[in-house]
């Protein structure tokens, strides 16, 4: 579990804030939930032979003795909120949330047991145009983030409950006949999760996959007429994809549409984005059944990709935009003449030195603050009622105003 300092924080606020942007141009709302859930949420929405579920849950009993785990992701507690609140009934959603998540995994770069995701939901819409909405919508904010040519999206329609069901026997049976042959983990799947294999890294494992039946082979119509679909309208609006039949999750509750923007820029940890459609959660979970469609982004990945590509813009770590320097017995003045500025000038960032020092020790502050203008006041200043605005990274010459002509300038030069 990580601790974002002081100078990560811009380039995650950055990030961030062209997220959320993006969803407000989109017309999708924000909507909050607890991190702790009744540990039950979890194992009936994910499923109980999934990793998550076996072996990444962070479980505990509370004082009443129920079981409670801190959210490992966000599709079930949305799903949960929802119904809870009368959200799904009778109306769409297009709902997103952002915060923590935890999993108890091995750490590594792009792999942390305090993870952060921006999840959006959809529900209540049924046909490929909302599938086709929530990947616009995410190569959009991949593009915006200025690392579009690094990802690249990949889907796949893993079919209804019975389409899958036909698949899994037939993989189980192709499978069995090279039981010997699979990794330890996609042995142990063969009986419990036989689809996960298809995700397997083993390569002697991918190796066998190739001849291996395929899974949109024994789509049903629908799901076969929907995937079409989803298709021809990434097509129309230009966003580019590869298929991949061997591409699954390891949440249980997908069908249909399954999709994962990945990169080859963050070693082993190459999935940025994943998500698809599971029509049957809200049903699974109590609900009348709801169509949905979503997906998580994780946040960490995202930012080191960002890191990675040198996708960062400028001037993300300064602090300030003024820095008020204040030489002598002038706080008083200082801080009416800062407020002052605060109030004309919203927009700007001024920091204004605290704990005394003299002039070229709080000039030196000025300048680590990366501010652009350094404000001077000295008790020559104070007396005449005027300030100095000193240029700090242009060639500018300084001047020395009134404090009214001084607030005039500053705002005439934004
Ligand atoms: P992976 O195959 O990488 O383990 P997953 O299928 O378990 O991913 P999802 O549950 O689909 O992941 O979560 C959506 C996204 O959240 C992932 O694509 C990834 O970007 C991010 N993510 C998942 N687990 C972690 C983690 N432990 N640390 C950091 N980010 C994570
Ligand atoms: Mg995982």
New binding site residues.
């Given amino acids: 579990m990580n601790d974002l300092l002081p100078a990560d924080a811009p380039l995650w606020q950055y990030v961030e804030g062209v997220v959320t942007d993006i969803l407000a141009r989109y017309g999708y709302q924000e909507i909050r939930f607890p991190i702790v859930e009744s540990t039950e949420l979890f194992k009936r929405s994910i499923g109980e032979v999934t990793?998550?579920v076996e072996k990444?849950m962070y479980t505990f009993d509370d004082r009443n003795g129920d079981s409670l785990t801190l959210r490992?992701?966000g599709t079930a507690c949305c799903v949960r909120a929802c119904e809870e609140n009368g959200l799904l009934y009778n109306q769409t959603q297009r709902l997103w949330y952002m915060g923590p998540?935890f999993?108890h995994?091995r750490?590594q770069k792009?792999?942390?047991?305090?993870?952060?995701?921006i999840?959006v939901e959809t529900f209540g819409i049924q046909g490929p145009d909302i599938d086709a909405e929530v990947l616009v919508l995410s190569a959009r904010i991949l593009r915006e983030l200025g690392v579009a040519e690094h990802v690249q999206l990949q889907i796949n329609s893993l079919g209804s409950a019975e389409a899958r069901a036909a698949y899994k026997d037939a993989l189980v049976a192709y499978l069995s006949n090279v039981q010997d042959q699979l990794d330890e983990d996609s042995k142990r799947r063969l009986s419990t999760n036989p689809m996960r294999i298809l995700?397997s890294k083993d390569a002697n494992t991918q190796a066998l996959l190739n001849a291996a039946p395929v899974l949109l082979d024994y789509l049903d119509e629908e799901s076969r007429v929907h995937f079409e679909g989803l298709k021809s309208l990434l097509y129309a609006v230009g966003v580019s994809y590869q298929i991949n039949p061997r591409l699954v999750?390891?949440?249980d509750y997908y069908g249909k549409t399954a999709f994962?923007?990945v990169t080859d820029k963050l070693g082993?940890?190459?999935?940025?984005?994943?998500?698809g459609r599971y029509d049957s959660l809200v049903e699974q979970l109590g609900g009348k059944s709801t169509p949905a469609v979503g997906?998580?982004?994780?946040?960490?990945?995202?930012v080191l990709l960002l890191q990675a590509v040198e996708a960062i813009p400028e001037g993300l770590d300064q602090q300030a935009d003024i820095y008020l320097v204040a030489v002598g017995d002038v706080q008083s003045v200082a801080m009416q003449l800062a407020e002052r500025i605060r109030d004309e000038l919203p927009f700007v960032r001024l920091l204004i030195n605290c704990g005394g020092g003299n002039f070229k020790n709080q000039l030196k502050k000025a300048d680590k603050s990366g501010a652009d203008i350094a404000l001077i006041l000295g008790e020559d200043e104070v007396k005449a009622g005027k300030v100095t605005i000193k240029f700090l990274r242009e060639e500018i010459e300084q001047q020395t105003l009134d404090f009214d002509k001084a607030i005039a300038y500053l705002l005439a030069l934004e």
Wanted: aromatic share 10%; charged share 30%.
């Fill in positions: 990793d998550i990444e490992p992701e998540m999993r995994e750490p792009g792999r942390y047991r305090q993870f952060h995701q999840g995700d999750r390891g949440l994962e923007w082993a940890q190459s999935t940025v984005c994943a998500g997906f998580g982004i994780g946040l960490e990945r995202l």
